[in-house]
């Protein structure tokens, strides 16, 4: 092999390199979709304790986590079918996604003492939080970034204010849901 | 040198493979910008040589054939690839 094909086939492997490292699986509608459920559960819960809505409003808060729920198996599986390539990157974010919700899950339904009124719902903000972040710094991206600052910036003000249910409800339909929407249109 | 990673073909489907936990044989051929006929070759060149290996699954009922690579292919690859910039360090 002589040095000019040598360093052709080098720019080659930097080449796919370089894009199979950018390559982070995200689909923008499952956070779209969860994004709005946690904001309808949160100001559903806000409105309530404040007095504005009756005890029966609690349903929508069930059935918008559990359409996020259904919505996310319906795509998830779908995905799975048209999928032809798992990176490292998307297999590391899969991992850490699950680690991040699974470990908050059983912590409030199995810590529940620990995590009961307005704790429950800041902790999803945290979980949702760190995810984002994750994204950000592992696949770089900016709209990541911005939606995870969002989030922590929910976090800090609703833990002052009197009614934190707005506060991290426009957190979750800002940073989570807007980064779902900004991943749709990034992907498009 | 690698003989084996001396072909284009085959040095890109490696290095596809390196960045993947898998990659199907479809997204294969669209990334090294190839026929199914000519991929197939290579591949199997590499299959063979331990530097791949290839799992055969059914997605919605139609069949799909997976790579992704060994320790072997990848130890292979790294080898390739110091060797090649030894080479162009040494005419710089």
Not at chain 1, 25 to 51: E, N, P, R, Y
Not at chain 1, 141 to 155: E, Q, T
Not at chain 2, 26 to 44: D, F, K, M, Q
């Amino acid at each position: 092999m002589d040095p000019s094909e040598a360093q052709e086939h080098l720019d080659l492997v930097d080449r796919i390199l370089t894009r199979s490292d950018e390559n982070v699986c995200l689909v923008g509608d499952i956070f779209v979709a969860w994004g709005i459920a946690s904001a309808a559960t949160d100001l559903i819960f806000q409105l309530l304790i404040s007095g504005k809505i009756a005890e029966g409003w609690q349903w929508v808060s069930a059935v918008s986590l559990i359409c996020a729920v259904l919505y996310t198996i319906i795509r998830v599986r779908r995905g799975q079918r048209s999928l032809a390539r798992m990176t490292l990157a998307a297999r590391d974010y899969v991992n850490v996604l699950w680690v991040v919700f699974g470990l908050t899950a059983v912590a409030q339904v199995g810590a529940y003492h620990f995590f009961g009124g307005w704790t429950a719902p800041a902790l999803w903000t945290l979980a949702a939080s760190i995810l984002t972040w994750y994204i950000a710094l592992s696949g770089r991206n900016l709209f990541a970034l911005i939606g995870g600052c969002v989030l922590v910036a929910s976090l800090i003000v609703a833990s002052y204010v009197a009614t934190p249910g707005y506060v991290l409800a426009g957190g979750m339909l800002l940073g989570y849901a807007g980064f779902g929407v900004a991943a749709m249109l990034a992907r498009d | 040198m690698d003989e084996l990673l001396l072909s284009k073909i085959r040095l890109s489907v490696v290095a596809e493979l390196l960045g993947s936990e898998w990659v199907a044989f479809s997204a294969l051929v669209r990334a090294a910008e190839t026929t199914n006929g000519n991929l197939g070759a290579h591949i199997a060149k590499l299959v063979a040589a331990g530097y791949v290996d290839e799992e055969k699954t059914f997605v919605d009922r139609r069949p799909q054939t997976r790579f992704r690579l060994t320790a072997r292919g990848r130890d292979a690859f790294v080898a390739h690839v110091g060797q090649m910039q030894a080479l162009l360090k040494g005419t710089s």
